[in-house]
């Protein structure tokens, strides 16, 4: 997912995503202290009950585009993975109703691998070329399950805490 990206990934300006914190995020629910213990558990059993059964879901990534705030790899198909958040979204909604926005809007299944740290000093148009030399392929991934967590950042970097793991199977 990485290795064929390490130069590219280490660019000036840019924060790599080291391999134990590659995900793909589904959904941003509000933030943790403006709901209860009960609340954030019913938004959990409502998720564990919509996705229960529906199966691994399985993506494949592309090659990596270069953004505005990172290096990100698309994935497909989005379907099967937008079913997965919207799933989300209603078990959220039904717990804490319109208190919270819905994000992202629209959702499109992606995996980001850098993070502009010193977007001035990212050049964009060299880290574009640097990739049109990287001879390397799609990569597909299975997701056997869904993580819930409490998510935060601490000037440094983004940080979760683990609250629930929902088999998908």
Same mark, same amino acid.
């Given at each position: 997912?990485?290795? #064929?990206?390490? *130069?590219? &990934?280490? !660019?000036?300006?840019?924060?790599?995503?080291?391999? =134990? $914190?590659?995900?793909?995020?589904?959904?941003? !629910?509000?933030?943790?202290?403006?709901?209860?213990?009960?609340? &954030?558990?019913?938004? +959990?059993?409502?998720? $564990?009950?919509?996705?229960? %059964?529906? %199966?691994? &879901?399985?993506?494949?990534? /592309?090659?990596? /585009?270069?953004?505005?705030?990172?290096?990100? =790899?698309?994935?497909? #198909? %989005?379907?099967?993975?937008?079913?997965?958040?919207? !799933?989300?979204?209603?078990?959220?909604?039904?717990?804490?109703?319109? $208190?919270?926005?819905?994000?992202?809007?629209?959702?499109? #299944?992606?995996? +980001?691998?850098?993070?502009?740290? *010193? !977007?001035?000093?990212? *050049? $964009?148009?060299?880290?574009? /070329?640097?990739? /049109?030399?990287? *001879?390397?392929?799609?990569?597909?991934?299975?997701? #056997?399950?869904?993580?819930?967590?409490?998510?935060?950042?601490?000037? =440094?970097?983004? &940080?979760?805490?683990?609250?629930?793991?929902?088999?998908?199977?």
């Amino acid at each position: 997912m990485l290795h #064929p990206y390490a *130069d590219l &990934i280490r !660019a000036p300006g840019m924060k790599m995503v080291l391999p =134990r $914190r590659l995900h793909v995020t589904v959904l941003h !629910a509000g933030p943790q202290a403006e709901a209860s213990d009960a609340e &954030i558990a019913a938004m +959990t059993d409502g998720v $564990r009950e919509a996705v229960a %059964g529906t %199966g691994p &879901i399985e993506l494949v990534f /592309s090659r990596p /585009s270069i953004g505005t705030v990172g290096i990100g =790899r698309a994935a497909r #198909p %989005g379907a099967a993975a937008r079913g997965r958040w919207e !799933a989300t979204w209603t078990a959220t909604t039904e717990v804490m109703g319109e $208190r919270w926005q819905l994000l992202p809007e629209i959702y499109n #299944p992606h995996m +980001t691998i850098a993070y502009a740290a *010193d !977007a001035h000093n990212a *050049d $964009r148009a060299e880290m574009k /070329s640097a990739l /049109s030399d990287v *001879d390397a392929s799609e990569v597909t991934l299975t997701f #056997p399950e869904l993580t819930l967590v409490s998510q935060w950042h601490n000037h =440094r970097r983004i &940080i979760w805490e683990p609250l629930a793991t929902l088999p998908l199977g």
